[in-house]
């Protein structure tokens, strides 16, 4: 059975740096393709960043590109998100989700119904 727990979200301040970690266990993440998503209150959930099987490429949507960071450490089973400059609008459940079936290593899955498996969520609040 394979279970991704998401760790690192916080109360942090407009301007911040955090970095929020997803830990996979059940399985090797080494093959997966990778996302992190975000709900904010009221809202859909958002795809926010991607990585691919091989980690060779990422993607980030408009909101989230040259601030965040995705990176992943297949030697600890372990996905990352990075934040810096954090903005009030930042606040959202951050989640990450893994995809086996029918990966290519060399491909971003954008949407989350194309992912095989989610965490629980960390909460990222951002106060101004």
């Known amino acids: 059975q394979v279970q991704l727990v998401e760790s690192g979200g916080g109360l942090v301040q407009a301007g911040d740096s955090l970095r929020v970690s997803c830990a996979v266990s059940?399985?090797?993440?080494?093959?997966?393709?990778m996302g992190w998503f975000r709900q904010a209150p009221g809202k859909e959930r958002e795809f926010v960043a991607g990585?691919?099987?091989?980690?060779?490429?990422?993607y980030y949507t408009d909101p989230t590109k040259g601030r965040f960071t995705i990176s992943r450490e297949n030697a600890k089973n372990t996905l990352y998100l990075r934040i810096n400059s954090l903005k009030p609008e930042d606040t959202a459940v951050y989640y990450c989700?893994?995809?086996?079936?029918?990966?290519?290593?060399?491909?971003?899955?954008?949407?989350?119904?194309?992912?095989?498996?989610w965490g629980q969520g960390t909460q990222v609040t951002v106060s101004s």
């Open positions: 989700a893994a995809k086996y079936r029918g990966t290519s290593l060399s491909r971003v899955y954008l949407r989350g119904s194309e992912y095989d498996y």
């Open positions: 059940g399985r090797s993440s080494s093959s997966a393709a």
């Open positions: 990585i691919s099987g091989s980690g060779g490429t990422t």
